[in-house]
């Protein structure tokens, strides 16, 4: 009866696939609801972002900003950096990364990122988001178990994470409403900071660091994305083509990944050329960015 069912959602999902152009914004729309609704995240409505800058100094040659953000009602506010090198920049980028990997701009204005030197003398302000999309905040399993119908009615660590960098990008694109937005997914924060970009779906760039992820795999999915209902959604085939209509960057990829389908598929609704696949590559470099 299980694998009935398994081999049904399999079939439903290959019926509602886009076929060609005209198909692609209903199954966008289809399916951009039902990641939301197994992710258990909604993106926050148009200016329902509130903010507070908690510092604005110089970093050596850089003004670094730190604010708290959150959804007006919603109590769930969040830290907010951000570093550029001008008053007057000509894109914004918000870098999600785990804390592991150290701190956006340190006091003495020196970075160990490579990648954000370059962005900013690209002209971004560049931004990135703590809270639990870093890692900074989370819930302990032994906390988690403590509540009552836990997946039911509460955030995971990682819907919270999702949640927290969709709130980022509303927040960044409401103060810089014609400027492009690039989003910035980088080791274990990748494949997590896709599906905040599908669940957007309207950020203009999308670099995904698959972390050497077998996106082929559904166990190696599982542990990146514990969401019940993922795989039955269409898992990350959906999210990467909800990220269509974005150029999509996908880099450090595991040998196994066999990325056939979604060129095949965008071939059909005639996205292809927004795509770029450097699955060799292990490190973000902004020279990729169009």
């Known amino acids: 009866m299980l694998q009935d069912w398994i081999d049904n959602s399999r079939e439903q999902f290959q019926e509602a696939l886009p076929e060609d152009p005209s198909q692609y914004e209903a199954f966008r729309d289809d399916f951009q609801a039902a990641l939301a609704q197994t992710l258990n995240v909604n993106p926050p409505a148009a200016d329902t972002v509130e903010y507070s800058v908690l510092t604005r100094e110089n970093r050596g040659d850089f003004v670094y900003t730190l604010e708290k953000i959150g959804t007006r009602g919603e109590g769930n506010w969040i830290e907010l950096e951000s570093v550029s090198q001008t008053n007057d920049p000509e894109r914004v980028a918000l870098v999600v990364y785990p804390d592991k990997l150290g701190p956006l701009l340190p006091a003495d204005g ?47 660590n990682l819907s919270n994470g999702i949640l927290d960098t969709v709130t980022a990008i509303q927040s960044i694109r409401e103060a810089y409403p014609d400027l492009p937005l690039t989003l910035i997914g980088l080791d274990s924060k990748g494949l997590a900071t896709a599906c905040a970009a599908a669940l957007d779906g309207k950020t203009d760039r999308v670099v995904v660091d698959i972390n050497k992820t077998d996106l082929d795999y559904w166990r190696a999915l599982q542990q990146v994305i514990p969401a019940h209902g993922f795989a039955r959604t269409g898992g990350i085939k959906t999210v990467l083509l909800l990220l269509a209509e974005s150029e999509l960057i996908l880099f450090n990829s595991a040998d196994s990944c066999d990325f056939s389908w979604i060129t095949d598929r965008l071939s059909r609704i005639g996205l292809i050329d927004n795509l770029t696949i450097l699955g060799k590559e292990t490190e973000f470099n902004p020279n990729h960015l169009r």
């Open 110 to 156: 020196s970075s160990d990122f490579p990648w954000l030197k370059n962005l900013l003398d690209r002209r971004y302000h560049v931004y990135r988001v703590r809270g639990f999309a870093s890692g900074r905040l989370s819930v302990s399993l032994r906390e988690w178990d403590s509540y009552s119908w836990s997946d039911a009615y509460n955030r995971s």
